[in-house]
């Protein structure tokens, strides 16, 4: 009766073991597609801050002058470690804005016009994030 205790004792350790194995394994799975998220995240937030320097930049360069432009397709940030590139474009936009042309007080009409233009900044990082963000602007002042 003894040596049947035993065997059975054996059975139970062997299947406890397997269990604990699968259950390791599975911990390691979880680990390894947690790991491959925060990768995906981290180069989805880089390309976003990417896209947020060019428009800071394009704003930066429309307060010294309000014309439309773009860059092309720059690195950033000066790593060696990520791969990030931004692209803007600054633009016109035509029609109905919240001042109409020669918009005065009362006095000099036709003395002042707003111009309204829209930047459009792009980031790309690794594992193919990419980011698009726009910015509307108005500039108001002497009618040319």
Same mark, same amino acid.
Request: hydrophobic share 55%; net charge negative; no cysteine.
């Given at each position: 009766?003894?040596?049947?205790?035993?065997?059975?004792?054996?059975?139970?350790?062997?299947?406890?073991?397997?269990?604990?194995? %699968? @259950?390791?394994?599975?911990? $390691? =799975?979880? *680990?390894?597609? +947690?790991?491959? &998220? !925060?990768?995906?995240?981290?180069? %989805? @937030?880089?390309?976003?801050? $990417? =896209?947020? *320097?060019?428009? +800071?930049?394009? &704003? !930066?360069?429309?307060?010294?002058?309000?014309?439309?432009?773009?860059?092309?397709?720059?690195?950033?940030?000066?790593?060696?470690? !990520?791969?990030?590139?931004?692209?803007?474009?600054?633009?016109?936009?035509?029609?109905?804005?919240?001042?109409?042309?020669?918009?005065?007080?009362?006095?000099?009409?036709?003395?002042?016009?707003?111009?309204?233009?829209?930047?459009?900044?792009?980031?790309?990082?690794?594992?193919?994030?990419?980011?698009?963000?726009?910015?509307?602007?108005?500039?108001?002042?002497?009618?040319?």
């Amino acid at each position: 009766m003894r040596l049947h205790a035993r065997g059975v004792a054996l059975g139970i350790v062997l299947v406890l073991l397997a269990g604990l194995g %699968a @259950l390791a394994l599975a911990g $390691a =799975a979880a *680990a390894a597609t +947690a790991l491959a &998220l !925060a990768g995906h995240q981290q180069a %989805a @937030l880089l390309a976003f801050e $990417a =896209a947020e *320097a060019g428009i +800071a930049a394009s &704003l !930066a360069e429309a307060a010294r002058e309000p014309a439309p432009r773009a860059t092309g397709p720059l690195p950033w940030p000066d790593e060696d470690d !990520a791969f990030v590139t931004l692209e803007t474009r600054t633009e016109a936009v035509t029609g109905a804005g919240a001042l109409a042309e020669g918009y005065t007080i009362g006095e000099n009409a036709g003395g002042f016009a707003s111009r309204h233009f829209v930047v459009i900044a792009e980031g790309s990082a690794d594992r193919g994030a990419r980011v698009r963000l726009e910015q509307g602007f108005y500039v108001v002042g002497p009618a040319r």
